[in-house]
């Protein structure tokens, strides 16, 4: 069984930024395609980011393009989410997801595996 953990979130003004990490363990890590979703308060869940099994490709929501940056370590199986520039519409619990399809990735029920989540609170 795959275990996702998320560590990072935290509180901070807007314009600074914060570094999410997601750690896996069991499975094959570097086999899975790695999502950060995130959910707002009183909103729906929204996907954030992906990267592929590779690492080389990688795909953003539109909200966060040219400030957020993912990326991954498949020898410390760990995915990060870079988040510069924050504003307070990104706060929210952001969660850490693994794919092991070739479905979408901006899909959550794709994804076979999900953390708990972690809180980023952006004050203005």
């Known amino acids: 069984q795959v275990q996702l953990v998320e560590s990072g979130g935290g509180l901070v003004q807007a314009g600074g930024s914060l570094r999410l990490s997601c750690t896996a363990s069991?499975?094959?890590?570097?086999?899975?395609?790695l999502v950060w979703f995130r959910q707002a308060p009183g909103k729906e869940r929204e996907f954030v980011a992906a990267i592929s099994w590779s690492g080389i490709n990688t795909y953003y929501v539109d909200s966060v393009k040219g400030r957020f940056t993912i990326s991954r370590d498949n020898a410390k199986n760990t995915v990060y989410l870079q988040m510069n520039s924050l504003k307070p519409d990104d706060t929210a619990v952001y969660y850490c997801a693994a794919s092991t399809s070739s479905a979408s990735v901006r899909v959550g029920t794709n994804m076979n595996y999900w953390g708990k989540g972690t809180l980023v609170t952006v004050s203005s």
């Open positions: 069991g499975g094959t890590f570097s086999s899975y395609r």
